[in-house]
């Protein structure tokens, strides 16, 4: 266990004597909290996670302090709020705004297996130990992982408002900053208990994932967008007492208190603020224990491997079937009859139901769009579009960053935390393994490149004419070219087969300026030659028959070429 844990846990049992009196066991209390705070040391991040997909595994054992350090960044990062507004309670206003939305969204990507962990009722309650105690050492439990997410995110704001206002204005917002904290908590906890209560475990599971690729997409589009807003837009005279429907929004009442005691007015708005910071925490707590709690343990219990109801089962079996038809139909379109279309409907279904596979892809689909709206967001106005060498720029950027999706697809097609279930591969009477990497390499364009041709060529056809026909045949085209390469150099084993252990240290950054190189010597060679439909065409035929030539060659993959990639 670190210091900071260390000093923390010291903290946290100095009521000593209360403890004893609340009918708590001091001894198992400090002994639960120990192995809480020590596991918590050793359980990576969610940004510590995303460093292991391209580093090798190595022993975690000060996770505590890389936490506290990304907190005290986003907490840098939202200094940028108190730098514009005409008045405190605007600055303050968005401050709250992102620090609720900051803190409930690291609580919900790297807490949610404390937060709804009943793993204590497994493991501790069977054991000699009071329920007391236990309930204790979850709740203190909680409350110092919260702690290390809380104050460095607001201390970076504290200290330039003790800067800015004095040591009063930075006393004034540390009570304001624990109700935030509460309320933030108790969205999270409610928020919970209403996914809970209106759908199945198991789709409770798929909205945590979602909602992690939602968070790390929003993060990424805040560094992207928020500082070219901010160029553009005349923030400093935003005053947002002026919007009628703000006070709606919780940040607004918080702010609103700040600027109140600060200036020492108290008119009839200023005293609506201060009950609703009081008030509403207790009527949320009483909403949540009222009207959702009732149901949650026996949810819980669901999520954590209990039983499932008999509704539950129905619809996670409806689900399936779902699933299986869509495979089923698309397979029997793209894929040849046999080993390739089975090997296509297993891919199409992994795809699908791989939490990890869809933290590690999906977000590329929320980057190409954050990508895509800074491209146009450059753009000084409509007209630029009908500009030649702007339509030539956007074109090409558009279409070749694209190849980022597929792309992100292909480099984690073959790793699964799940590989030991590839022994199926070589059990089953597969003559051609190959037929099962073009299989992944189909499965993966349909889903994550099919779309994008289809929106990207019909959004170019309404703004340019059906004159970028030849255009969009070589970019697609070329980008299957570049999928045929990278295919042969990177995919050497069968789909989701590879253990994460086992991708080589510096692979992704190889692959990475491989990528990078490929695919901006085609879309340069394609700028050049963007107004020569002629040489476009012929182009087109040559890229297209290259790539079916290095696809047939894939698909012709033996297991004496697939034998030295596997350990025997």
Not at 123 to 136: G, Q
Not at 285 to 291: A, R, S
Not at 307 to 326: D, F, L
Not at 331 to 336: E, N, T, Y
């Amino acid at each position: 266990m670190n210091i900071i844990n260390r000093y923390l846990l010291r903290f946290i049992l100095i009521p000593a004597s209360f403890y004893e009196k609340a009918g708590i066991h001091l001894p198992h209390l400090k002994a639960i909290l120990t192995a809480k705070l020590t596991i918590d040391d050793r359980r990576p991040n969610s940004f510590q996670q995303v460093k292991q997909q391209t580093d090798e595994p190595k022993a975690i054992n000060n996770a505590t302090l890389g936490t506290i350090f990304i907190s005290l960044l986003f907490g840098l990062f939202m200094l940028i709020s108190l730098l514009y507004g005409s008045n405190y309670t605007t600055k303050l206003t968005l401050f709250f705004s992102m620090y609720i939305f900051m803190l409930a969204g690291t609580l919900i990507t790297d807490f949610t297996t404390v937060l709804l962990d009943i793993r204590d009722n497994l493991i501790i309650l069977p054991k000699p130990v009071n329920d007391r105690t236990v309930v204790m050492a979850r709740l203190l439990h909680i409350f110092i992982h919260i702690s290390k997410l809380a104050v460095p995110l607001s201390l970076p704001a504290v200290l330039l408002i003790a800067i800015m206002k004095g040591i009063t204005g930075a006393l004034l917002i540390i009570p304001l900053l624990f109700i935030a904290t509460a309320l933030t908590i108790f969205f999270v906890n409610a928020a919970y208990l209403l996914v809970l209560k209106i759908t199945s475990p198991e789709k409770f599971k798929n909205f945590i994932t979602y909602f992690q690729i939602l968070f790390a997409v929003l993060i990424f589009a805040s560094y992207q967008v928020v500082p070219r807003i901010i160029n553009k837009a005349h923030l400093e005279n935003l005053d947002i007492t002026q919007i009628k429907w703000i006070w709606l929004l919780p940040p607004y009442w918080l702010g609103r208190t700040w600027d109140a005691f600060i200036l020492w007015r108290m008119t009839e708005a200023d005293l609506i603020a201060i009950s609703l910071c009081v008030i509403l925490p207790v009527l949320f707590i009483w909403l949540v224990i009222k009207f959702f709690a009732p149901s949650f343990n026996k949810k819980l219990s669901m999520i954590s491997g209990g039983s499932e109801s008999t509704t539950t089962a129905s619809h996670k079996i409806q689900s399936s079937t779902s699933t299986k038809k869509i495979a089923t139909v698309l397979a029997s379109i793209f894929a040849k009859q046999g080993t390739e279309r089975a090997g296509f409907q297993l891919c199409w279904n992994m795809m699908s139901r791989s939490r990890e596979f869809k933290i590690k892809v999906y977000p590329s689909i929320g980057y190409l769009g954050i990508y895509l709206f800074i491209l146009l967001f450059n753009q000084k106005g409509t007209g630029s579009l009908n500009d030649p060498d702007a339509k030539r720029i956007i074109f090409i950027t558009v279409t070749y960053i694209s190849s980022m999706l597929v792309s992100t697809a292909l480099q984690h097609i073959t790793v699964s935390e799940k590989w030991k279930a590839s022994w199926i591969y070589f059990t089953a009477p597969v003559q051609q393994p190959g037929m099962l990497i073009t299989a992944s390499v189909k499965a993966a364009l349909v889903r994550f490149f099919l779309p994008v041709v289809i929106i990207v060529s019909t959004a170019s056809v309404i703004l340019w004419g059906i004159s970028m026909i030849p255009n969009l045949a070589l970019g697609f085209i070329n980008q299957i070219l570049f999928f045929m390469i990278s295919s042969l150099v990177t995919l050497q084993k069968l789909p989701f087969s590879n253990a994460p252990e086992n991708v080589v240290k510096g692979n992704s950054f190889l692959r990475g300026l491989f990528v990078l190189v490929l695919i901006g010597t085609l879309g340069l060679i394609h700028y050049i030659l963007f107004e020569k439909i002629w040489i476009i065409t012929i182009l087109s035929c040559i890229s297209l028959m290259v790539s079916y030539v290095l696809f047939r060659k894939l698909g012709n993959t033996t297991w004496r070429q697939l034998k030295m990639n596997y350990e025997v």
